[in-house]
T-cell receptor, first 113, second 113 residues
């Protein structure tokens, strides 16, 4: 499974757009990119998944360049409640073996008033 | 409606004791997991069951024994607890053994004294 690298922490202010970039230089052809969000004292929550180009849902957007060696999670107009740890994962989903998720250290996002 | 529930939420016990953590999901999913999150926030998969059958068994001390009485339940029993077992344990489930979208429970904080 490809290793991911993301910033350890980021600060932002309410109402701003936040972009968290994840590097995955050795991503394999059949690997998908998935992001999870974890609030303090809660389990991780699936946010978004993509393979290439751009994916958007009601929570976030995921931008993946053509070489797929990195990806950017974009959170529009963050609020204080978006303060959480964000994990980038890479693996051969939706056909991965046994549903094995490999979590890295994550990015701790702090949103200030 | 609680999708993935765990009991207890907190567990404080002494070294050498045996304890169990229970997990139940009402999502109708086929696959369930146990993860361990240490003090540095790293999440690591321990076990995965698909339709009551063990499919992932990571390098975990054999003091840890999962048991799945049916596909809606996956319990974790820990024998001879050690200080290093202190962590937050998360249960998760997914519709199948493929794919990266997993639903996590609220976690059980285990403290071994």
């Amino acid at each position: 499974l490809a290793k991911t690298t993301q910033p350890i922490s980021m600060d932002s202010y309410e109402g701003q757009e936040v972009n968290i970039t994840c590097s995955h230089n050795n991503i394999a052809t059949n690997d998908y990119i998935t992001w999870y969000q974890q609030f303090p004292s809660q389990g991780p929550r699936f946010i978004i998944q993509g393979y290439k180009t751009k994916v958007t849902n009601e929570v976030a957007s995921l931008f993946i360049p053509a070489d797929r060696k990195s990806s950017t999670l974009s959170l529009p107009r963050v609020s204080l409640s978006d303060t959480a740890v964000y994990y980038c994962l890479v693996g051969d989903g939706p056909y991965n073996q046994g549903g094995k998720l490999i979590f890295g250290q994550g990015t701790e996002l702090s949103v200030k008033p | 409606d609680t999708a993935v529930s765990q009991t207890p939420k907190y567990l404080v016990t002494q070294m050498g004791n045996d304890k169990s953590i229970k997990c139940e999901q009402n999502l109708g999913h086929d696959t369930m997991y146990w993860y361990k999150q240490d003090s540095k926030k790293f999440l690591k998969i321990m076990f995965s069951y698909n339709n009551k059958e063990l499919i992932i068994n990571e390098t975990v001390p054999n003091r840890f024994s999962p048991k799945s009485p049916d596909k809606a339940h996956l319990n974790l029993h820990i024998n001879s607890l050690e200080l290093g077992d202190s962590a937050v344990y998360f249960c998760a489930s997914s519709p199948s053994s493929a794919g990266h979208e997993q639903y996590f429970g609220p976690g059980t904080r285990l403290t071994v004294t």
